[in-house]
């Protein structure tokens, strides 16, 4: 008795397992061509960003305009190219237009990225 309650033990977990990878395997890859999209609004989804990059807070502590350079104190940065500890930094600006609103004292969101070889600024907003 107890031999053939092992064997039907046995048997059940090895069918599971079997229906469980048949599932897996025929899961991925699902064809979309012939399913009806029409109830479906798609223009009212938020676009998908390539690379989401999150904003960095800081403090402005100079603007040099002639150079394209802010020195910020800033936490934690970490973008798609860049991962730094917080610090106080003189970054170059991509944009001068972005040093056109920013003074020394301003609380700042930005974003850094990498731009050949450089830790460059590339979003600068003044917080309100």
């Known amino acids: ?7 039907l033990v ?4 090895f069918s599971l397992l079997a229906v ?6 025929n899961s991925t890859g699902m064809d979309m061509a012939g399913m009806k ?6 223009d009212k989804m938020p676009a998908k960003t390539t690379s989401a990059t999150a904003l960095s807070d800081g403090e402005v502590r100079a603007v040099d305009k002639d150079n ?13 190219t860049v991962e730094m500890s917080p610090m106080t930094m003189q970054f170059a600006v991509k ?12 609380k700042v969101k930005f974003t850094v990225e990498n731009i050949e070889g450089t830790a460059t600024v590339t979003v600068l907003s003044v917080q309100k």
């Open 10 to 13: 046995a048997v059940c977990g």
């Open 1 to 7: 008795m107890k031999k053939s309650l092992l064997n």
């Open 37 to 42: 999209m029409e109830g479906m609004k798609m």
């Open 68 to 80: 394209k350079s802010i020195t910020l104190k800033h936490g934690r940065i970490k973008s798609s």
């Open 20 to 25: 469980n990878a048949y599932a897996e395997q």
């Open 95 to 106: 944009d001068k237009i972005l040093l056109s609103n920013v003074k020394a004292g301003d």
